[in-house]
């Protein structure tokens, strides 16, 4: 007991979680998360598990969210048992992954996902491969209980509880972190991050998500081995990415990607965008809405996401491309074209998102044009909304006159004779387009109630 409370002062001391070989139990009145918290199905995970004879506790982020008051995303469980054991234990499962296998388990709508407790050291050759740099490449070899927390990324998500007696095991002091709030990596943060450096974005991720201080030398490393990022593979970067810009907390995850120096190299799309004043609005009231309807369990989709997110250098790009001289259209596939293929080297955006993504581009040059049977057509196309939604935001970041997005807002409700006046009175409107205009309209007899803006946005989701 003595030597244990010297070894976790000792090692807390040093700033740096290492763990004990057998766990200290945190009892529900301290932990204060009761059985009926946990998801029915991962219940039902570790329980089936348990009968059997295996291993099995809920892990993670759930249990880091429960006992931080949160609502856990999902849930992850731990076992003893192999994934072709767990396979069979459950009709409704399948083992999915290859860098890491796993089993996912699936009850109603939810799914639960399964792994076997893994070794940190390397066992057997293949099973725990690094690459030149140091970067995990497979993660395979299965250990105990406590090698398994040992090669988990923060105290915080080493935390094993049981459902069946409602303590928690905590290997590497997770409990106490919770409770003052830390993010503390296990072990040495350098190796940590050189075995995987997408643990850095996680560390950002996880600290804006559930407002953590990341503790000194877990963040002091970050600074310096941003550019190591580059060596993760694009697919991989990717899905991290997403998951941090809908983590509900994506403006305040890149407001600190940026003062940790991550943005850089990281994120080729902020690097620029960033830098620049409209660019900087632009994004930030994307990532502000982004947040909103994820907090208000909204949808988001990440075409629309990272069509923002690059907007402003295809209108870079494309102005450029119309400067060179080459008419508006062209220019804009031009860079639209250039743009996502630079992303895709960096960021492999999944070729779905891309095409979303140039269609609510081209929507903004569609959107701009309001003669004859063009606005009826733009009404018409799939991604109608998503390129008005786009267009609000151009409008309130200050880059579009906020008069187009109000005859967008009230045209697409308005009757088909008000439709037809707000388009024949374009020409009536602001002086200057009036005076281009005057010669053709002569006679029309109409005045304009276009330019009375209607008011603002929509309550559309
Ligand atoms: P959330 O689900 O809220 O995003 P999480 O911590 O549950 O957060 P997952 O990706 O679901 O994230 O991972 C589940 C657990 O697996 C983590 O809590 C952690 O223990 C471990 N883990 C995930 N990624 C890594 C990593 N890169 N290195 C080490 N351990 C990891
Ligand atoms: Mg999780």
Redesign the pocket.
């Known amino acids: 007991m003595i030597r244990k409370f010297i070894e976790k002062v000792f090692t807390r001391n040093r700033g740096r979680a290492r763990p004990a070989s057998s766990p200290e139990v945190i009892p529900v009145t301290r932990h204060r998360v009761a059985r009926a918290q946990i998801s029915s199905c991962a219940r039902r995970v570790t329980e089936t598990l348990q009968k059997h004879g295996y291993k099995a506790y809920v ?4 249990v ?2 429960l006992m931080l008051d949160r609502k ?3 849930y ?1 469980v731990a076992t003893d048992a192999t994934p072709e054991q767990v396979h069979a234990l459950f009709r409704r499962s399948r083992i999915i992954g290859r860098r890491f296998r796993l089993v996912h388990v699936m009850c109603g709508p939810e799914t639960v ?1 399964v ?1 076997t407790f893994r070794a940190m050291q390397a066992v057997g050759e293949g099973d725990h491969l690094k690459d030149e740099h140091g970067r995990m490449l497979r993660d395979n070899a299965f250990g105990s209980q406590a090698e398994d927390a040992m ?4 105290t915080v ?2 935390l094993y509880y049981d459902p069946a007696t409602e303590e928690v095991l905590d290997y590497c002091g997770g409990a106490h972190d919770v409770e003052t709030r830390t993010l503390r990596i296990i072990g040495d943060a350098r190796e ?1 991050y050189r075995e ?1 450096p ?2 850095m974005l ?1 560390a950002v ?2 600290a804006a ?1 559930l407002d953590l201080s990341i503790e000194a030398q877990t963040q002091e490393p970050i600074r310096e081995m941003g550019s190591i990022m580059q060596h993760v593979p694009a697919a991989r970067l990717f899905e991290e990415m997403l ?1 941090l810009l809908l ?1 509900g907390h994506s403006l305040e995850c890149v407001k600190r990607l940026r003062s940790e120096g991550l943005h850089h190299g990281l994120l080729p799309m902020l690097d620029v965008i960033l830098e620049q004043p409209l660019g900087e609005r632009f994004v930030t009231l994307t990532l502000q809405r982004t947040d909103e309807r994820i907090l208000g369990d909204k949808g988001v989709s990440p075409g629309f996401l990272f069509a923002a997110l690059l907007w402003h250098e295809v209108l870079a790009a494309w102005n450029a491309a119309k400067e060179r001289g080459v008419p508006p259209v062209p220019a804009l596939h031009q860079a639209m074209d250039d743009v996502l293929s630079v992303q895709a080297e960096k960021l492999a955006i999944p070729r779905r998102f891309g095409s979303d993504m140039k269609e609510i581009w081209q929507l903004q040059w569609r959107l701009e044009q309001r003669t004859g049977k063009r606005p009826y057509r733009v009404l018409e196309s799939e991604k109608f909304r998503a390129g008005y939604d786009f267009l609000l935001l151009r409008g309130e970041s200050g880059e579009v006159d906020n008069e187009l997005c109000d005859w967008w807002t009230r045209f697409q409700h308005a009757p088909e004779a008000e439709r037809a006046e707000m388009i024949a009175s374009l020409g009536k409107g602001p002086a200057k387009r009036r005076r281009r205009r005057r010669g053709k309209r002569e006679g029309s007899g109409n005045d304009g109630g276009a330019d009375a803006p209607q008011p603002g946005p929509t309550d559309g989701d």
Do not use: I, M
Request: glycine share 8%; charged share 55%.
């Open positions: 892990v993670g982020g759930a880091r969210d856990p995303k999902d992850d996902e792994s090669r988990r990324d923060f998500n080493a940590r995987d997408v643990r996680r991720r996880l998500k998951k983590s």
